[in-house]
């Protein structure tokens, strides 16, 4: 599986391969069976006469239920003969976060202009990241693994507020300081801003992250979204992202999608 920062990670495509890759595993195996709801509705599904153990046949839908019934209890990681370091790399609880992050994420993405993109945090998405971080840091003792949890729930959304992960993203290597210099103050001024009908409300950029003095712009921002208005008012509204620097003006009407899935955020706060 490749590491959550590379762009394949969240790839809907990518990932519903790997799933029928690990299905197509389990399926040869089923020594998982009596350990979780997930792996009886996979070989059920399997074994209709339409299907007959062909996982490329396999609804999308079916694919989805397997993914829905995973409760992360990690019983069958402990079972799996085939889990890391075999050759067959199988993650049976990290691949179902995994693909229920990239279908949360790819309602929550938000493209504006030519090189911001928005990810709106959940508890999902955050819970995601620091499971991927103490993985990836192969985090053992309590009182560690508690300090990148601090971190991780500062990216939660308050009562009342959206936040989110503001990435400038920039296609060529070479473009790279260029694009960032001519950025510079974005985080600034009320340039990045919410619409949800008539209101106007400002970004609220994390400090640090930038300094226009010495004419420094990261290219990572995590910001914070007031909404004055309730959720059902917020799935009402026309609802928009806009970008109003000298360099770089923009706006995006968020889909009926993603609107829904912020708005839960908003009841759930």
Known sequence: MPSIDAPEFFDLTRVDAELRRVYDIRAGCRRCLP???????????????????????????????????????????????YTPPH??????????????????????????????????????????????????ERLVDDARIADEIDVYNALLPGAGELSATLMIEIGEAGEIQSVLDKLL?????????????????????????????RGKLSAVHFVRLAVPVDAEAFRRAE????????????????????????????ESA
């Not at 790399?89 to 938000?110: G, I, S």
């Not at 103050?185 to 209101?199: A, F, I, K, Q, W």
């Open 185 to 213: 103050g974005l985080d600034t001024r009320g340039y990045v801003r919410l619409e949800v009908g008539p209101h106007r409300i400002p970004a609220v950029f994390e400090a640090g992250r930038s300094d226009e003095e």
């Open 35 to 81: 350990l979780c709801p997930s792996f009886k509705v996979l070989f059920d599904r399997l074994d209709v006469e339409a299907v007959d153990g062909d996982v490329e046949k396999l609804p999308a839908t079916d694919v989805k239920d397997v993914v829905d019934l995973c409760y992360q209890c990690k019983r069958c990681f402990n079972h799996c003969p």
């Open 239 to 266: 609802v928009a992202l806009a970008v109003d620097h000298p360099n770089e003006r923009a706006r995006t009407v968020l889909s009926p999608e993603t609107k829904t899935a912020l708005a839960a955020d908003l």
């Open 87 to 136: 050759r067959w790399v199988v993650d049976f609880p990290r691949l179902m976060l995994r693909a229920r992050a990239a279908e949360a994420k790819q309602r929550r993405r938000v493209s504006l202009g030519r090189h911001l993109s928005f990810v709106f945090e959940n508890r999902l998405t955050v819970r995601f990241r620091i499971q991927e971080m103490i993985r990836a």
